[in-house]
């Protein structure tokens, strides 16, 4: 299974309690296409900032038999819609170019930072 680390990360993350999304603004979100589950997704304050503003999307993975049906997209528009509410920016990390123009089809601009390699901001 590819993304094995992220998966196993998230998992690991949450059965510690060391990222459960459950502080004020975060949130986990699972997307259902076929009838199962195909898709997750969240949003944390940003833990490579220093303000409470940024916030960092987190754990965003799709089943490949269920990309390219819009699961990622309806995903990413619900964080991105919620995310304004708390933050005041979005940032995160990909390491693949397909995720890179994923991200920026959604909005985000790159970085070229090492610790957000994507991200997108609301005016003050």
Excluded: C, K
């Excluded at 990222?19 to 986990?28: A, K, M, S, T």
């Excluded at 965003?60 to 509410?85: C, H, K, N, S, Y």
């Amino acid at each position: 299974m590819e993304n094995r680390g992220m998966v196993r990360r998230l998992v690991d993350d949450w059965a510690s309690g060391t990222n459960r999304f459950d502080r004020p603004g975060e949130l986990f979100l699972g997307a259902w296409f076929d009838g199962r589950l195909a898709g997750v997704g969240g949003l944390n304050r940003d833990p490579y900032a220093d303000d409470d503003r940024t916030g960092r999307v987190r754990h965003v993975f799709v089943l490949p038999d269920a990309r390219r049906f819009g699961v990622g997209t309806a995903l990413l528009r619900e964080i991105v819609a919620r995310a304004p509410q708390t933050f005041r920016v979005l940032r995160l990390r990909t390491f693949t170019p397909e995720g890179a123009a994923f991200y920026a089809a959604l909005g985000f601009a790159e970085t070229g930072q090492p610790e957000a390699s994507h991200r997108m901001e609301w005016p003050a």
